[in-house]
């Protein structure tokens, strides 16, 4: 395969593909999850990733960056946690008698964010620009980041205590929101057979977990996403499903027109991993969900009622007429 060269759909195919089959060394199950990594990588997105503790969203994140020969960074948040400590600082240097930047470890390919929302907002604010816009401003000085950089952030939603409601502008802009859950019967004796050696945690590197894809073929594979053809009428079916959810009245809060855009270039990732040039509804319906249950509130009476967010967004699809 040429770097240089666009690829072709079969040739994305065979590079997911390729990622897949490497995760799978170190990873038992999670086909969606990864799935919907491979969507927010080609779609140039954002993830964050719920579930309990000790459900692998840690060790899925550090596989699936091994396979992307990306470079790969991990924050640990913390309470103490201070926006310095995630995009660096300019330091005296009393040898030059100038300031030096120290770059933080958002300087990278792909961060992991573990355990985001044990930070308060104020350090989780820090990631909104490199988020959004893919560059960080220190001092006035804009710094940029690489053109692959992609958050993949963990929360546990279990605990109470220590933690912190992630603002509304963090949470929007994420493209998914994905809820890992406890493996099956089978998947978990599975775990249990290869990890239960009392060894420690493996990394990927032990897993012999290669290295599949390069910079390089990685910018080719998303220029062939974004060539995609995407209808108006599919156009006008997002708009339709995300301006829904401002008009239900279970809903306090509905969808951004980011979430629309985000949604859209999520379809056309789902397209090209199927081998389709072209965006069909199918391809928005499968993805609403995990664009969609963290943009919204519940309104107070629906909240009493016990009603569920990812139902709503199930009734909005099944009720948002669909083109042909």
Not at 54 to 68: D, N, R, V
């Amino acid at each position: 395969m040429n770097d240089a060269e666009p690829l072709t759909l079969d040739q994305v195919a065979a590079l997911a593909a390729a990622i897949r089959a490497e995760v799978a060394k170190g990873v038992v199950g999670q086909a969606d999850t990864v799935e919907h990594l491979l969507i927010a990588l080609l779609a140039r997105g954002h993830v964050l990733l719920e579930g309990p503790p000790g459900t692998a969203k840690t060790f899925l994140s550090q596989c699936f960056a091994a396979t992307l020969g990306l470079d790969f960074g991990r924050i640990q948040f913390t309470p103490d946690l201070m926006p310095g400590d995630i995009l660096g600082s300019n330091l005296f240097n009393f040898q030059t008698s100038q300031f030096t930047l120290t770059h933080g470890p958002i300087f990278c390919d792909l961060l992991l964010a573990d355990e985001i929302n044990r930070t308060p907002p104020k350090t989780q604010a820090a990631l909104l620009e490199a988020m959004q816009e893919r560059r960080v401003t220190l001092d006035g000085a804009v710094h940029k980041l690489p053109a692959h950089f992609m958050v993949v952030a963990t929360q546990n939603p279990i605990e109470s205590q220590g933690v912190y409601p992630l603002p509304e502008a963090q949470l929007d802009r994420f493209l998914f929101k994905l809820n890992v859950d406890y493996p099956s019967v089978e998947e978990e004796c599975r775990i249990v057979a290869r990890y239960g050696e009392n060894r420690g945690a493996p990394t990927p590197a032990e897993l012999n977990i290669a290295s599949v894809a390069t910079p390089a073929q990685l910018d080719a594979a998303t220029r062939a996403v974004a060539a995609v053809t995407l209808a108006d009428t599919v156009v006008e079916y997002i708009v339709r499903l995300v301006r829904a959810t401002r008009d239900s009245a279970d809903l306090s809060s509905g969808a951004s027109p980011r979430s629309a855009v985000l949604l859209a270039g999520a379809a056309r990732a789902r397209a090209a991993l199927d081998g389709r040039d072209y965006v069909v509804p199918d391809d928005v319906k499968a993805l609403a969900t995990g664009v969609l249950r963290h943009r919204l509130l519940l309104s107070p009476a629906a909240e009493i009622e016990g009603k569920q967010v990812e139902a709503l967004v199930r009734e909005l699809v099944e009720q948002t007429e669909a083109p042909r």
